[in-house]
């Protein structure tokens, strides 16, 4: 039977949080009219995460699971639980508990109103780190402005979707998925749900300082060509300086050669700030081109070690 609603979850390491998962997620399925498919995506976890979802299956059919042969990272098994759904309906949630399953019901609610794609919007982090919601606050502010479709600030992976949102963005062949961007790049008619984000149930935070930044950097990248345009700005801006300091230069040479601010300090500080312009440059080209080689290679996005509840693969 093909199911009304489809939840997909990425697991990471979560063996601490799966238990309390299930527990809250199965009593947001029961109170659903229709039937319910949950999806466990197993992200290369080297604790009992995988151990766990096994006995989730078999205890409760409407449990499904797949396990991916490595960690590929959350986008990608997001992306994975999504090419498994067959529900009308698909909601996104972590499994850290973060993203609260009571808030579901008020989805389908907007949902049955007309609504394709409903975003969760954090109005408050709890226990967060002032750095961090600093960097939060900062970084969908300034991919809202400089992005070329209109993404939500504050709204993570926790929505929502149609059917029809859904297999628009299973039909992107792209491998470096953001799927915040994806989501609101396909169109459909939106709206945002305001929560109150919950801290981590249990266990260690999986988005290490690091992982926000690449997947932010991954964003900014995917969505807008701001950055090569400010490359070249930035270009033109240090051949004016350089033209400038041309002209100086041998303004003090010839009526001031006694002038301290000519010879070698002043020489190698343009020399250093042009050669910094240039490798800022690169860099952000290199950005681009890395994710053209990336496109190019068509590797596909993930392998599966393991499956359960899915009809066989053709």
């Given amino acids: 039977m093909v199911p009304t609603y489809s939840f997909v979850v990425p697991i990471y390491n979560e063996e601490e949080t799966i238990a309390e998962l299930y527990r809250r997620i199965s009593r947001v399925m029961d109170q659903l009219e229709g039937t319910v498919e949950l999806i466990l995506v197993n992200d290369g976890s080297r604790d009992r995460s995988l151990d766990l ?38 909601v996104i949630l972590d499994a850290d508990l973060q993203d609260p399953p009571e808030l579901i019901p008020a989805m389908v609610e907007l949902w049955q109103q007309g609504y394709d794609l409903i975003y969760a919007q954090r109005t408050h982090r709890r226990r967060e780190s002032f750095f961090k919601r600093l960097n939060a606050y900062v970084f969908y502010r300034v991919l809202k402005q400089l992005a070329d479709v209109d993404i939500p600030t504050d709204t993570g992976d926790f929505c929502l979707m149609d059917r029809k949102v859904v297999n628009a963005l299973n039909a992107m062949p792209e491998r470096n998925r953001y799927i915040r961007g994806l989501r609101a790049w396909v169109g459909f008619r939106q709206t945002v749900l305001p929560f109150e984000r919950e801290p981590r149930y249990a266990g260690e935070v999986k988005y290490t300082f690091r992982k926000s930044l690449a997947l932010a950097i991954n964003g900014l990248v995917s969505f807008s060509k701001v950055p090569l345009r400010l490359a070249t700005y930035t270009g033109l801006l240090a051949a004016a300086i ?51 080689y990336e496109e190019v290679k068509g590797r596909p996005m993930y392998t599966l070690a393991e499956m359960d509840g899915f009809e066989p693969l053709d």
């Avoid at 396990?67 to 090419?83: D, E, K, M, W």
């Avoid at 070698?264 to 700030?273: D, G, H, K, Q, V």
């Fill in 53 to 90: 979802l096994r006995k989730l299956r078999e205890s409760d059919q409407r449990v499904k699971y797949l396990s991916l042969a490595r960690n590929f990272g959350h986008q990608i098994a997001v992306t994975a639980g999504l090419n498994f759904t067959q529900g009308q309906v698909v």
């Fill in 242 to 292: 350089a033209l400038i300091m041309v002209i100086l230069v041998l303004y003090w040479r010839l009526f001031q050669p006694n002038s301290p601010v000519t010879g070698f300090a002043l020489i190698a500080m343009a020399i250093f700030f042009l050669g910094a312009v240039q490798l800022i440059c690169i860099g952000i080209l290199g950005e681009y081109v890395g994710r053209i």
